[in-house]
């Protein structure tokens, strides 16, 4: 297995994997999947200042097929004297190649990624269907908490 970073030099590889996703898994992915608009969408964030702190790692096969992706930002924050983290808010393998060590791959590759740049620290919003629980529980040295999230969608209603 190799690993990728996410570009504008291989987004096509990542526009492929995301049509092979909707199609083995239609039931999940609802929305009809416009391959230009997501493409288009994908390469302005990737040129967007806002998503500086945004990485997509993906899993590839020795042909360079993307078997699975895992999205994360690097977070910062002042409290404490200065705080270094990530949030992984996506991470999906295809369904035939799961149970395979890709998602394995792709955490510790990105576990590699946060070592070098400073960063202890993880966490992720948990799935809660038996096939994701059993893979957390797989990673080593992680726990599981129950914990309060509050989220809020903010109108941005012109004054």
């Given at each position: 297995m190799n690993i990728m970073m996410l570009s504008a030099l291989n987004l096509d590889k990542l526009v492929?994997?995301?049509k092979k996703a909707r199609i083995s898994e239609a039931e999940i992915?609802?929305?009809?999947?416009?391959?230009?608009?997501?493409?288009?969408?994908?390469?302005?964030?990737?040129?967007?200042p806002h998503f500086a702190s945004a990485r997509c790692l993906m899993?590839?096969?020795?042909?360079?097929?993307?078997?699975?992706?895992?999205?994360?930002?690097?977070?910062s924050s002042l409290a404490f004297g200065g705080d270094l983290r990530a949030y992984v808010d996506?991470?999906?393998?295809?369904?035939?190649?799961?149970?395979?060590g890709v998602a394995q791959f792709l955490?510790?590759?990105?576990?590699?990624?946060?070592?070098a740049h400073d960063t202890n620290e993880y966490f992720l919003i948990a799935a809660e269907n038996d096939e994701a629980q059993n893979f957390y529980?797989?990673?080593e040295s992680a726990?599981?908490?129950?914990?309060?999230?509050?989220?809020k969608k903010i109108s941005h209603e012109w004054r």
């Open positions: 492929e994997f995301e992915f609802l929305e009809d999947f416009d391959e230009a608009k997501f493409a288009h969408e994908t390469l302005n964030a990737l040129e967007s899993c590839a096969d020795e042909n360079g097929n993307v078997l699975g992706r895992l999205d994360f930002s690097m977070l996506w991470v999906y393998v295809l369904k035939e190649h799961r149970h395979k955490f510790k590759k990105m576990e590699a990624y946060l070592t529980r797989s990673l726990n599981i908490e129950k914990q309060n999230i509050l989220t």
